[in-house]
């Protein structure tokens, strides 16, 4: 097989760091990649929306799979224009066409997804600025505290959920007459708040057939005992406590199924990987949201943990045999720690030279935001490093990861010492 992942953070890493070690895997590339997938696949920096470039390097390369890993590229309709050309068409595209991706891509459409295929999930209704003082009427009927959603995407961003209907009200208000998440806010779902326990499941489907992924449950808080700003993700871990046999099936009878058989009868065209939001009330599995791809930093657990041929997987997913293969884990607890620059998720500075790389020898790093100069390794985002490491159990798997993270340093470096703490 000869590959290319598309994305540039810990995700794709993984990703590569998985196909890596597939015997099936001839050539693999990442565009634009980073200095972790350098280490493992040869980076290609050209600009993969602009299709001409994307197809020629498709064509000149003999590539055979593309796996896109950003939500962005997909929602554009990547997959679409790969398909859609008659000299690629035997090209397999691990990420749904357009229409698919839209589980993510619009928030409403997912909702009404769900409502259709009796999904489990929150009451919603969504408006727009026409319908605004409509929306601030829902908001008087729910119990606080109150959920707004963008409709679009929102690099994560686009979730409030506001204890005080006065806020809710003037949050409502920025969003739609404000454009506060620009165009992703037009058109904004308002639902009821959930409480309970949120984990993360992932599938790889063909549009018939699927395989379950490790559970896993990942940290969007910025600070200790989940407090402070949301963020792109604090770090992960693999399995879940709460989340055994039992609860599995239900997400599988109840959600998983009939999102596949759904995809099936609205006939969605969609291969690659569904990322299930899910929350746990009062034992009972509900879906918060649908990602059309893998999680970030969910991956950087679950892929370690997947003892699985990942190649052979992809291409059972491209020819439409997923239902032949076995899936197997590893049964050791994964756990990520993700370090990040200092003041992100506001304002923060890049360029910070990383040190002591060379030393970690018990954990995998995979480099979310990082860029090589000079051969020093700089910091480049505001999620920079993760750090997966495996244990016995939680507290061995965090403490080899806490272990790793002291031999690293640069100026800023920050990260959450309690992932986990819920478990």
Same mark, same amino acid.
């Given at each position: 097989?000869?590959?290319?992942?598309?994305?540039?953070?810990?995700?794709?890493?993984?990703?590569?760091?998985?196909?890596?070690?597939?015997?099936?895997?001839?050539?693999?590339?990442?565009?634009?990649?980073?200095?972790?997938?350098?280490?493992?696949?040869?980076?290609?920096?050209?600009?993969?929306?602009?299709?001409?470039?994307?197809?020629?390097?498709?064509?000149?390369?003999?590539?055979?799979?593309?796996?896109?890993?950003?939500?962005?590229?997909?929602?554009?309709?990547? /997959?679409?224009?790969?398909?859609?050309?008659?000299?690629?068409?035997?090209?397999?595209?691990?990420?749904?066409?357009? /229409?698919?991706? #839209?589980?993510?891509?619009?928030?409403?459409?997912?909702?009404?997804?769900?409502?259709?295929?009796?999904?489990?999930?929150?009451?919603?209704?969504?408006?727009?600025?026409?319908?605004?003082?409509?929306?601030?009427?829902?908001?008087?009927?729910?119990?606080?505290?109150?959920?707004?959603?963008?409709?679009?995407?929102?690099?994560?961003?686009?979730?409030?959920?506001?204890?005080?209907?006065?806020?809710?009200?003037?949050?409502?208000?920025?969003?739609?007459?404000?454009?506060?998440?620009?165009?992703?806010?037009?058109?904004?779902?308002?639902?009821?708040?959930?409480?309970?326990?949120?984990?993360?499941?992932?599938?790889?489907?063909?549009?018939?057939?699927?395989?379950?992924?490790?559970?896993?449950?990942?940290?969007?808080?910025?600070?200790?005992?989940?407090?402070?700003?949301?963020?792109?993700?604090?770090?992960?871990?693999? !399995?879940?406590?709460?989340?055994?046999?039992?609860?599995?099936?239900?997400?599988?009878?109840?959600?998983?199924? !009939?999102?596949?058989?759904?995809?099936?009868?609205?006939?969605?065209?969609?291969?690659?990987?569904?990322?299930?939001?899910?929350?746990?009330?009062?034992?009972?599995?509900?879906?918060?949201?649908?990602?059309?791809?893998?999680?970030? !930093?969910? *991956? =950087?657990?679950?892929?370690?943990?997947?003892?699985?041929?990942?190649? =052979?997987?992809? /291409?059972?997913?491209?020819?439409?045999?997923?239902?032949?293969?076995?899936?197997?884990?590893?049964? #050791? *607890?994964?756990?990520?720690?993700?370090?990040?620059?200092?003041?992100?998720?506001?304002?923060?500075?890049?360029?910070?030279?990383?040190?002591?790389?060379?030393?970690?020898?018990?954990?995998?790093?995979? /480099?979310?935001?990082?860029?090589?100069?000079?051969?020093?390794?700089?910091?480049?985002?505001? #999620?920079?490093?993760?750090?997966?490491?495996?244990?016995?159990?939680?507290?061995?798997?965090?403490?080899?990861?806490?272990?790793?993270?002291?031999?690293?340093?640069?100026?800023?470096? *920050?990260?959450?010492?309690?992932?986990?703490?819920?478990?």
């Amino acid at each position: 097989m000869k590959i290319l992942v598309i994305g540039s953070g810990g995700r794709e890493h993984a990703i590569c760091w998985k196909l890596a070690q597939s015997k099936l895997v001839e050539n693999l590339y990442a565009c634009p990649g980073n200095p972790g997938t350098a280490q493992i696949a040869k980076n290609v920096n050209f600009d993969f929306e602009n299709f001409e470039n994307l197809k020629d390097f498709i064509l000149n390369n003999s590539i055979d799979t593309v796996v896109v890993g950003p939500e962005a590229p997909l929602v554009n309709g990547i /997959h679409d224009q790969i398909s859609e050309d008659e000299s690629l068409s035997y090209v397999n595209v691990i990420g749904p066409k357009k /229409h698919g991706a #839209r589980l993510e891509g619009s928030k409403e459409f997912s909702k009404k997804f769900m409502f259709r295929h009796d999904v489990p999930t929150a009451k919603y209704q969504s408006f727009t600025a026409e319908t605004l003082e409509k929306g601030e009427a829902f908001l008087e009927t729910l119990t606080p505290p109150f959920v707004l959603k963008a409709d679009g995407l929102a690099a994560g961003k686009g979730v409030l959920i506001i204890s005080d209907l006065q806020t809710a009200k003037e949050e409502l208000n920025n969003m739609l007459l404000e454009a506060k998440f620009g165009d992703a806010g037009s058109t904004v779902v308002i639902e009821e708040f959930l409480d309970g326990l949120e984990f993360s499941v992932f599938a790889l489907t063909d549009g018939k057939d699927y395989v379950i992924l490790p559970v896993a449950k990942d940290y969007k808080r910025i600070g200790e005992g989940d407090t402070g700003l949301n963020t792109g993700g604090m770090g992960a871990i693999s !399995p879940v406590s709460f989340v055994n046999d039992i609860m599995m099936q239900k997400v599988e009878e109840r959600i998983v199924k !009939p999102t596949v058989a759904g995809l099936k009868k609205d006939n969605i065209d969609y291969k690659g990987f569904i990322f299930f939001g899910l929350i746990e009330v009062k034992g009972e599995p509900f879906v918060i949201e649908y990602n059309a791809r893998l999680g970030d !930093p969910e *991956t =950087e657990v679950v892929l370690p943990r997947l003892k699985s041929d990942f190649a =052979e997987l992809l /291409h059972a997913c491209g020819n439409g045999t997923l239902a032949e293969k076995k899936i197997e884990f590893d049964s #050791r *607890t994964a756990v990520t720690v993700m370090t990040v620059s200092g003041g992100y998720p506001g304002g923060y500075s890049k360029g910070k030279e990383i040190i002591g790389l060379e030393k970690v020898t018990n954990s995998i790093v995979f /480099h979310a935001g990082t860029r090589k100069e000079n051969n020093k390794i700089l910091t480049s985002g505001g #999620r920079v490093l993760a750090f997966t490491s495996f244990g016995d159990d939680k507290q061995e798997a965090l403490l080899n990861s806490y272990k790793s993270i002291y031999k690293v340093d640069y100026s800023g470096m *920050t990260y959450r010492k309690d992932i986990g703490f819920d478990l």
